[in-house]
């Protein structure tokens, strides 16, 4: 039997990779920073000023996630039954902003420099600073990166990333300062305009995958699949549908769906296969099946087989209409119940209003109920 690693110890494990990670990131970068900062200062140019501004920033930025993983990281109570885990979305939100705050001023003070020009002095103990930055700038964002991917840490994965692009601006400030040495040509405003403006882009696009996350978007294609075929590689599973993923917070997923079971299953028998799916599904992905809904499933005459297929026909037959599931039919009682998930290119009411209307006229005397499903998952 393999060993099951309880949430609490997976989340204090991802905790402590994100912490010890973050410090590794904020010593760097100050340290980064400062001999910046002095080569800025002696050889008077704003772009080396600017990129130890962006390191900074950085350093800051590692600050935050740490203690938005801590909150993060507090245990369930009453009034929050659910866990802190969405704080992390709302450190994240503050680093884009530092970000996108560190970017605008820098290129105020850009500008001021290209209107003002004052004429860099490098050395070749600024260029040697510079060129090692470039050099750590790399090895630290590939591993920050490679550490939020193994923990599913977007604040890391997105720090990897910036520390790599802030690779790519310190070259550039490196490339400015040798055309300087080699044809006194002075590039750095203008270099730092661009820094800037890069800086400003990546706190912008911080922002909005953020606010994605807080609002809400479409679960994994790959995670949606996954779970549908675990539910459906039991036997007694017809179908499975309506597949909602609640995210509160990373590596804290919880899901509802519903199963299409035969009319024929006892209520023991759907609980005991309930919980056996539950266990799979959490097992195989950590997502915990906090609801499982069931449709019932016609198995008994030929009769409600030929009617199912027909409504099936008429139905998807509208372009809109992308999947008909919970059909159940009692031809004694001419009661009809069935699901429709409707596309987002038509309004609800108005799609239930079609299928209601093309039903009544197939199927007089039938007392027709149809459900309108949101096309949540893949």
């Known amino acids: 039997m393999n060993d099951i690693i309880s949430p609490i110890e997976t989340t204090t494990n991802r905790d402590r990779i994100i912490i010890r990670t973050s410090i590794i990131g904020i010593l760097t970068n100050v340290l980064l920073a400062a001999f910046k900062a002095a080569v800025g200062l002696m050889s008077n140019s704003i772009a080396v000023i600017l990129d130890a501004v962006n390191n900074l920033s950085d350093a800051l930025s590692s600050i935050i996630t740490i203690v938005g993983t801590k909150l993060a990281g507090k245990l369930p109570d009453k009034e929050h039954p659910l866990g802190y885990g969405r704080i992390e979305y709302l450190s994240a939100l503050t680093v884009a902003g530092i970000v996108l705050y560190a970017g605008i001023t820098s290129a105020v003070e850009s500008v001021k420099k290209i209107i003002y020009p004052e004429e860099p002095v490098y050395g070749m103990v600024a260029l040697v600073i510079i060129a090692t930055a470039v050099i750590v700038k790399i090895v630290l964002g590939k591993y920050v990166k490679t550490q939020g991917e193994k923990v599913n840490s977007g604040s890391l994965v997105a720090s990897g990333a910036d520390a790599m692009f802030d690779a790519v601006l310190s070259f550039s400030v490196l490339v400015s300062a040798i055309i300087f040495l080699t044809t006194s040509i002075s590039l750095e405003a203008y270099v730092g305009a661009v820094i800037s403006g890069f800086i400003i882009k990546s706190g912008i696009d911080m922002i909005r995958d953020t606010v994605d996350e807080i609002i809400g978007?479409?679960?994994?294609?790959?995670?949606?699949?996954?779970?549908?075929?675990?539910?459906?590689?039991?036997?007694?599973?017809?179908?499975?549908?309506?597949?909602?993923?609640?995210?509160?917070?990373?590596?804290?997923?919880?899901?509802?769906?519903?199963?299409?079971?035969?009319?024929?299953?006892?209520?023991?028998?759907?609980?005991?296969?309930?919980?056996?799916?539950?266990?799979?599904?959490?097992?195989?992905?950590?997502?915990?099946?906090?609801?499982?809904?069931?449709?019932?499933?016609?198995?008994?005459?030929?009769?409600?087989?030929?009617?199912?297929?027909?409504?099936?026909?008429?139905?998807?037959?509208?372009?809109?209409?992308?999947?008909?599931?919970?059909?159940?039919?009692?031809?004694?009682?001419?009661?009809?119940?069935?699901?429709?998930?409707?596309?987002?290119?038509?309004?609800?009411?108005?799609?239930?209003?079609?299928?209601?209307?093309?039903?009544?006229?197939?199927?007089?005397?039938?007392?027709?109920h149809i459900v309108s499903d949101v096309d949540v998952s893949d």
Request: glycine share 4%; aromatic share 10%; hydrophobic share 35%.
């Open 217 to 368: 978007k479409r679960a994994d294609k790959k995670i949606s699949r996954q779970i549908k075929e675990i539910l459906t590689s039991e036997p007694e599973v017809r179908g499975a549908y309506d597949l909602v993923l609640y995210n509160y917070g990373p590596n804290k997923d919880l899901a509802s769906v519903h199963i299409e079971l035969p009319d024929t299953m006892s209520v023991k028998d759907v609980d005991t296969l309930t919980r056996k799916v539950e266990t799979k599904v959490y097992e195989q992905t950590g997502i915990i099946l906090a609801g499982v809904g069931v449709y019932s499933c016609n198995t008994e005459d030929n009769e409600t087989a030929k009617i199912q297929h027909d409504v099936r026909e008429r139905i998807t037959a509208y372009d809109w209409a992308l999947q008909i599931h919970g059909f159940y039919v009692d031809t004694a009682s001419k009661d009809m119940r069935f699901d429709v998930v409707m596309s987002f290119d038509i309004n609800p009411k108005k799609g239930l209003h079609i299928l209601y209307e093309e039903m009544n006229q197939a199927y007089p005397d039938y007392t027709v």
